[in-house]
């Protein structure tokens, strides 16, 4: 079982920058695929950025890559977001997960709470 806590969410000026924050607890994290994901309100879902246990890594290109970063310390189990150049259009709640399996069709196991990123225009 893991636990995900995200922490970082807030609110900035278009331009800004901010940096989300994933902490797990349980066994094994640096074995996990983590992801980033957000939820504008009235949209679906929709994949932000991964990274796989090797490094490897992946970015929505049609909105977020260029501008977001995604990082993992496996010592403190966390999964870093650092998000630059921030565009009203990226305020949704944003949410970590974990996955087991690797790659891009894959089903994450556990999820956080979410935390909210509201970038004024």
């Known amino acids: 079982q893991v636990q995900l806590v995200e922490s970082g969410g807030g609110l900035v000026q278009a331009g800004g920058s901010l940096r989300l924050s994933c902490a797990a607890s349980?066994?094994?994290?640096?074995?996990?695929?983590m992801g980033w994901f957000r939820q504008a309100p009235g949209k679906e879902r929709e994949f932000v950025a991964r990274i796989n246990p090797y490094g490897g890594i992946a970015y929505n290109e049609n909105s977020v890559k260029g501008r977001f970063t995604i990082s993992r310390d496996n010592a403190k189990a966390t999964v870093y977001l650092q998000m630059d150049s921030l565009k009203p259009e990226d305020t949704a709640v944003y949410y970590c997960?974990?996955?087991?399996?690797?790659?891009?069709?894959?089903?994450?196991?556990?999820w956080g709470q979410g935390t909210q990123v509201t970038v004024s225009s």
């Open positions: 349980g066994r094994a994290f640096s074995s996990y695929q």
């Open positions: 997960a974990a996955s087991t399996s690797y790659g891009p069709i894959t089903t994450y196991d556990y």
